[in-house]
Nanobody
Framework: QVQLVESGGGLVQAGGSLRLSCAASGGTFSSYVMGWFRQAPGKEREFVAAITWGGTTTYYADSVKGRFTISRDNTKMTVYLQINSLKPEDTAVYYC???????????????WGQGTQVTVSS
C-alpha cells in the first residue's frame, strides 16, 4: 500500500497559479497510475487529471483542460498538479490518489491522500 501526502494548497486570487504536490511512500511508485481529484463543499468528489506509470500519457477533465497540468517525478516519488488561471469555481479540497490502471472514477482508486485546500477569491 502506498501512502500519499498532498501539499501546496492555499488561498489565491482569481487568475493566479498554484502547484500542488503529492509525495508517496511505502510502495513502488512507478507501478501506480496517479490521479488528482477535487471535492467542493456540498458536491461529489470529481476527477481532475491522471497520469500513467511513466508519465507518457495524461488525462484531464474537460473543465480543466488547458489550465491544469499533471506531471510526475518517479525518482522523487511525487506527482504534481500545476494549476493556472484559477477561477473561484476551482475552490475545493484537492486529493491525489493511486491505482494500478488508468481510470477516471473515484471508486477505481485504492489509495488516497488527506487532501489539500485550494481557495480562489474573486
Amino acid at each position: 500500500q502506498v501512502q500519499l501526502v498532498e501539499s501546496g494548497g492555499g488561498l489565491v486570487q482569481a487568475g493566479g497559479s498554484l502547484r500542488l504536490s503529492c509525495a508517496a511512500s511505502g510502495g513502488t511508485f512507478s507501478s501506480y497510475v496517479m490521479g488528482w481529484f477535487r471535492q467542493a463543499p456540498g458536491k461529489e468528489r470529481e476527477f481532475v487529471a491522471a497520469i500513467t506509470w511513466g508519465g507518457t500519457t495524461t488525462y484531464y477533465a474537460d473543465s480543466v483542460k488547458g489550465r491544469f497540468t499533471i506531471s510526475r517525478d518517479n525518482t522523487k516519488m511525487t506527482v504534481y498538479l500545476q494549476i493556472n488561471s484559477l477561477k473561484p469555481e476551482d475552490t475545493a479540497v484537492y486529493y491525489c490518489a493511486a491505482t494500478k490502471d488508468p481510470a477516471r472514477q473515484v471508486g477505481s482508486y485504492e489509495n488516497w491522500g488527506q487532501g489539500t485546500q485550494v481557495t480562489v477569491s474573486s
